[in-house]
């Protein structure tokens, strides 16, 4: 079965740093573009980082940009989030999912699988 394990959130205060993991089981995500999405309270779902199959291109939103550093190791089937000097507006579930190019970028219908539970990210002022 297909399932995505999503950790490395935390309480952190604003400046901090964390490291977010998204494990991928069942499948490879060698040929799909994949990508972090967040969710914060009484608030939609938002795409944050894109990264495509090779690595070779990459997309952030515009409110991390120089913030957050989106990576993938295909040889582990994991995709990671590097953010740096976190704000208070980061705050939120953090997901990874994944698919085209294009669907990632957008957080249009994804199909790499099912939505895992997501890890919380947490920044203080």
């Known amino acids: 079965q297909v399932q995505l394990v999503e950790s490395g959130g935390g309480l952190v205060q604003a400046g901090g740093s964390l490291r977010l993991s998204c494990a991928a089981s069942?499948?490879?995500?060698?040929?799909?573009?994949m990508g972090w999405f967040r969710q914060a309270p009484g608030k939609e779902r938002e795409s944050v980082a894109a990264?495509?199959?090779?690595?070779?291109?990459?997309y952030y939103v515009d409110s991390v940009k120089g913030r957050f550093t989106i990576s993938r190791d295909n040889a582990k089937n994991t995709v990671y989030l590097q953010m740096n000097n976190l704000k208070p507006e980061d705050t939120a579930v953090y997901y990874c999912?994944?698919?085209?190019?294009?669907?990632?970028?957008?957080?249009?219908?994804?199909?790499?699988?099912?939505w895992g539970q997501g890890t919380q990210v947490t920044v203080s002022s």
């Open positions: 999912n994944g698919g085209s190019w294009p669907a990632v970028v957008a957080g249009t219908p994804l199909t790499f699988g099912s």
């Open positions: 069942g499948r490879t995500i060698t040929s799909f573009a």
């Open positions: 990264i495509s199959w090779s690595g070779g291109s990459v």
